[in-house]
C-alpha cells in the first residue's frame, strides 16, 4: 500500500533527489481545502493552508533523504501522497546511520516550531493580525499543524519515526533482528491502540492511518521474524560480508543464477555443485548488499 512511482508524476529534481506526486494527493487536497475554505473569509487561504503543509511535509522528508545521504546511504525519491510523503531511504545497515537518517525528519519539525512562532508572533506585534482575521487563523493553524505533524510522527508506533527511533535505539543492544521484533511488537500493540482511540473520537481519517500504521507494522514484523531466523544459522566465521561484516551463514541459501538450483558458494568456492557456473557476486543475507565473492574473505578483509 506504499505509493512508488506508478501512479505518480515527477514534479521536480533538488540535490539528485526526484519529488513525485501521487495521482491520490489530488483527490484528497480538493476534499481537505474544501473543509478548510469555511474557516475563511477568502477561500484562497484554505489553498494556501494546504499547500504550506505540503511544504512542511516535503522539508521533514529532505531531512531523511540528506541525513541518509550524509552516513553514506542512497536516498533518491521521495513521493508525496495523502498520507504525508515517503522518502525512499536507504542507510546503510548500522544503528546509529539508521537513527541519524529516521531522526532528521522530525528534527526538521522542531526547527520550525520556534521558526514558525517567531513568524506568528512577529505578525502580532506588527499589528498585521489586528487587520486580517484571515492571516490570524492561517499563522495559528500552521503552527499547530506543525507541533501535531511531530508529535503524532514521533508516536513509537513502527513505521512512525518514532517507532523507528525506538528500534534504532534497540538495534544498539538487541541487534539488528530483534530490535525490529520489538519495535515491530510496540507497534502492533499502538496500531490496535490508536484505532481504538479513533473509535472513541469517531475519527475515520485516524482509524484509516491507524490501518495503514497496522498492516505495516505487521508486515515488519514478519520480516524481523524471518531476519531472526537468519541471525540463529550457524556462520563461517573465516567470511564476512565486506558491507555489514556479518558472516555468512552455512547452508544452501544461495541460487545459481543459470540453473536456479540453491546452493552454498562459501562451501563451493562460488562454483555451482549442479552445473559448474561461478558465481561472480554474493548477496549479503544480513545486509542485502551484493558484493563479489572473494571480498567476502575475512583475511583480507581488513588489508
Ligand atoms: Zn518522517
Ligand atoms: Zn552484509
Ligand atoms: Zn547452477
Known sequence: MTPTRQGSFRLFQLWGIDVHLHWSWFVLAVYSISTRIPHYGAPIWGVWEYLILFLIVLMHEFGHALACRQVGGTADQIVLWPLGGVAYVAPPPR????????????????????????????????GALAQSRDLEVFLQTIYRMNVWLLVFNLLPVYPLDGGQILRSLLWFRLGKARSLLAATVVGLIGGVGLIGYAVVIQSKWLGFVSLFLLSNSWRSFQHARELRKV???????????????ASPPSGDFWRCPKCRQPFDPFATAAQCPHCQTILDQTTCPDCGNVRPQRSWDASIRDI
Do not use: D
Open 231 to 245: 541471525e540463529q544459522l550457524p556462520r563461517r566465521a573465516e567470511f564476512a560480508c565486506p558491507v555489514c561484516h
Open 95 to 126: 544503528p546509529g546511520a539508521t537513527l541519524w537518517s529516521i531522526a532528521a525528519g522530525p528534527l526538521v519539525n522542531v526547527v520550525l516550531v520556534p521558526v514558525l512562532f517567531g513568524i506568528l508572533h512577529a505578525a502580532k506585534a506588527s
